[in-house]
């Protein structure tokens, strides 16, 4: 039977209205008329179903090796924590990334591809909150607005969805009384005023640690050493040790490093002219354009290396070379 059918069926009064009305067939249809509701509803309409919220680990792991490029740690360490995270059914607290690293390395972009292979509507979705202290938090003299604004943004969310995700850019630049209203949320409580939060994921962005990273990878190439052999935990102490130390980091004096909150501190490497290059081919193949090496190079000869004498990595890692593939784009 159609859908269609089926509810008229369903929602037919005849059964409530008969005088012999078996008070089980009338709950019975009631509950699957309510179920027919919901599915037509969620046919058209974002829900927190798996329709709306595939989880989809095998997309994920493709985009990760076909579409990062030169970051072999954070694809590896977010994969396997996400993977890991999906397949727990009872997760012991929320599961949150601390991504770490210079302008253009890609931190955003495995935001949006995490967020496009876990829900439908990728970043658009209504389970997913992006924020941004510019943009949302712009006026100190609202802080306590905006500190009651994002409790209720992250309650309601997980009260209607526990698999919401929330990404906070820039946390460098975040007030320490917002990343105080986070941290209850962050925590092994069960439950916070009745809500569990641990099914939801959250990931930070920030520039701190930035230069440690580069500095590393700077002396592994002087030692002779290959950037893939550069692991984890060769940069996870460094980098936690940078963020609580400095005054701006946006973790300082806050609690979420004392109390372990932060499951994984990611590091995202410096991008070399060869990722700059596959970041140019990928955006001509996007915009259809030529993806042949003279126009690839062309473009990746156009960025600005650091330090000036090696020309070892691109100061704005991949961050420009979309306005570059505009000026250099040939048409096919
Ligand atoms: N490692 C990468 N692999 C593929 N593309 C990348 C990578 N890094 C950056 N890009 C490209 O450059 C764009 C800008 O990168 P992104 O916004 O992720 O940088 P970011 O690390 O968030 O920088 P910032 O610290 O300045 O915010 C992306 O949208 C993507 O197209
Ligand atoms: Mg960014």
């Known amino acids: 039977m159609k859908i269609s059918g089926l509810l008229l069926f369903l929602l037919c009064p005849f059964p409530l209205l008969s005088e012999a009305v078996d008070p089980f067939r009338t709950f019975t249809l ?28 095998k997309g994920l792991q493709e985009d990760l090796d076909n579409r990062l ?14 993977r890991g995270f ?109 809500v569990s939060y641990r099914k939801a994921m959250f ?22 050493k290959k950037r893939e052999e550069v692991q984890m935990i060769d940069l996870e102490s460094t980098l936690t040790a940078e963020v609580y130390n400095k005054e701006n980091s946006g973790f300082w004096r806050s609690n979420l490093i004392d109390n372990n909150l932060i499951d994984y501190f990611v590091p995202f490497l410096p991008l070399e002219y060869k990722h700059i290059k596959l970041c140019a081919k990928a955006t001509l193949k996007a915009r259809g354009f030529r993806t042949d090496e003279d126009t690839a190079s062309q473009i990746a000869d156009e960025m600005i290396y650091f330090p000036k004498k090696e020309r070892l990595f691109s100061v704005k890692g991949c961050k420009t070379v979309s306005a570059k593939v505009d000026y250099f784009g040939e048409p096919k």
């Not at 009631?30 to 599915?39: P, R």
């Not at 990931?203 to 002779?224: C, D, H, P, R, Y």
């Open 30 to 57: 009631a509950g699957l008329a309510a179920a027919a509701q919901y599915h037509l509803y969620c046919r058209f309409r974002e829900c927190c179903s798996e329709d709306w919220i595939p989880l989809d680990v």
């Open 69 to 82: 490029f030169g970051q072999h740690i954070a694809s590896e360490v977010i994969l396997k924590a996400i």
């Open 86 to 194: 999906l397949r727990n059914p009872e997760p012991a607290k929320p599961l949150v990334f601390s991504l770490h690293g210079s302008s253009g390395t890609g931190k955003n972009f495995i935001s949006r591809i995490i967020a496009e292979n876990l829900y439908k509507k990728g970043l658009n979705s209504n389970h997913v909150h992006q924020f941004l202290p510019k943009l949302n938090f712009p006026d100190l003299a609202h802080i306590d607005k905006y500190k009651q604004e994002l409790q209720a943004i992250i309650q309601e969310s997980v009260k209607a969805c526990p698999r919401s995700l929330f990404i906070f850019d820039e946390m460098d630049k975040m007030h320490p009384e917002i990343i105080n209203v986070i941290k209850p949320f962050l925590d092994y409580n069960d439950l916070v005023e009745n």
């Open 203 to 224: 990931i930070f962005l920030s520039n701190a640690g930035g230069e440690q990273i580069t500095e590393f990878l700077l002396n592994v190439w002087k030692n002779g």
